[in-house]
C-alpha cells in the first residue's frame, strides 16, 4: 500500500500530478479560495508508480510505501 502526501503550503496547483497518474487519483480541490491538489482516490488504488512524485516541480508531493 501506497500513502501520497502532498504539502499544500509548496502546491503551486499546476495539475501536473493529476494529468500523470494513470489511475485518475489525484485531483485539485479548493478550499477558502486556496486551491491545491490532493489524493481522492481509493487508498488501495495506487499502484505506486511515483508518476505523481517525479512529475511535481515543487517537491510537494511524496509517494510512500507502507
Ligand atoms: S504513485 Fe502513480 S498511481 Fe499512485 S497516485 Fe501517484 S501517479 Fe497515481
Ligand atoms: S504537481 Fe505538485 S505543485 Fe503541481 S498540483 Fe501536483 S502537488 Fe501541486
Redesign the pocket.
Known amino acids: 500500500m501506497y500513502v501520497i502526501k502532498?504539502?499544500r503550503e509548496?502546491?503551486?496547483?499546476?495539475?501536473?500530478?493529476?494529468d500523470?497518474c494513470p489511475n485518475e487519483l489525484?485531483a485539485?480541490v479548493e478550499e477558502a479560495g486556496v486551491q491545491?491538489?490532493m489524493y481522492t482516490g481509493n487508498p488501495d488504488d495506487c499502484i505506486g508508480c511515483f508518476s505523481?512524485e517525479s512529475?511535481?516541480?515543487?517537491?510537494?508531493?511524496t509517494v510512500t510505501e507502507l
Do not use: M, N, R, W
Open positions: 502532498i504539502d509548496k502546491c503551486q496547483a499546476c495539475g501536473d500530478c493529476v500523470t489525484i485539485l491545491f491538489a505523481c512529475a511535481c516541480p515543487e517537491g510537494s508531493l
